[in-house]
Structures are given as structure tokens and as C-alpha cells.
């Protein structure tokens, strides 16, 4: 009678130890998910800031701005970059839509809204001219419904720049 105590107190001692072993595993899980949020955060981050940095590199500085005034001459070359340059940026609305909805991302406030108020916001700074405009149309099969959705009723909302006043912001940054 005395050896079945012993084996009950056993298993008892055995199931606690199991289930403290799964709490501290569902914590460390919680917490490799915490870094792996703030990691994809900070890689949204990062990607916009190179995409900014870029867009002021003398190359793609004076591709853009033969975009707005001059696209019917952009060479080869040239229409690869700007090409390669507009597919970063959908690519990025593309993640920063999918952590959206995994509530990641900037705080917007409305996160639903958050960044299709950043696209519309943005629309006419990447895709205001007619080089940009004709790419999206060529190109925009292979996008997020969601970014085609928003990039159509832009593209209907808004006219083709002229891009004065953003050629000549860019070409002052090109004389520095």
C-alpha cells in the first residue's frame, strides 16, 4: 500500500514537470515571435529607407526626372532601372499590406487603412508620369489585388504630372 503512495506522488511530481516544461516552451515561443515581429518591423523600415536613398542617387535622380520630361527616350538601360526601381516599391506595399493584416507594421492608427492611405498618399511621387503610369498598366498582373485595387482608383483620380515642381526639387538635388 505504502509503494502505490510513493508512485502516485511520482506521477503527480512527473505531470507538473511536463507542464512546466510546456509553459516554458509556449514562452519562448511567444518571445522568438516577439523578435521575429520586431525583425520584419525593422526590415519595413529598412526598405523604405533605401528606397528613399535610391530614389536620390544620381543615376535613378536623373532617370526619374528624364521619366517626367522625356520618356518616350529613356534607353534601355534605363527603363530596366526604373522598372527594377518601381517593382521594390510595389514589393514593399506588397509587405508592408501582408503585416497589416498580421497587425505588424506602422501604427496608423486604423491599421486596415493604414497603408492604402500611404499608396494613395504616395501615388503620385512614384507613378505621377506617363513612364510610371505605362509600366504600372504593363505590369500590374503580377501585383496584390489590394495594391491593384488602390494603384486603379489613383491612376483614374489622378492626372499625369507634369512633374515641374518635382524635376525641379530633383534637379537641385543633382546640382549638390
Do not use: C
Amino acid at each position: 500500500m505504502r509503494k502505490l503512495h510513493w508512485i502516485d506522488g511520482l506521477e503527480a511530481f512527473t505531470s507538473v514537470s511536463i507542464l512546466a516544461g510546456l509553459i516554458l516552451v509556449a514562452f519562448e515561443i511567444r518571445q522568438n515571435n516577439d523578435f521575429a515581429e520586431a525583425d520584419a518591423v525593422r526590415a519595413l523600415t529598412m526598405g523604405w529607407q533605401q528606397i528613399d536613398m535610391s530614389a536620390y542617387e544620381t543615376d535613378i535622380l536623373s532617370i526619374r526626372i528624364k521619366s517626367f520630361e522625356d520618356p518616350e527616350n529613356l534607353t534601355s538601360a534605363e527603363i530596366l532601372k526604373m522598372s527594377s526601381w518601381l517593382s521594390v516599391i510595389i514589393n514593399q506595399y506588397s509587405l508592408e499590406f501582408s503585416m497589416d493584416y498580421r497587425n505588424l507594421g506602422y501604427d496608423y492608427g486604423d491599421v486596415a487603412n493604414g497603408t492604402e492611405q500611404a499608396l494613395a498618399g504616395s501615388f503620385d511621387y512614384y507613378f505621377g508620369n506617363r513612364f510610371a503610369r505605362s509600366w504600372y498598366l504593363e505590369n500590374r498582373f503580377w501585383m496584390d489585388p489590394e495594391i491593384v485595387e488602390i494603384m486603379d482608383r489613383e491612376y483614374e483620380a489622378s492626372p499625369i504630372q507634369s512633374g515641374s515642381s518635382y524635376t525641379e526639387r530633383m534637379k537641385s538635388r543633382l546640382s549638390q
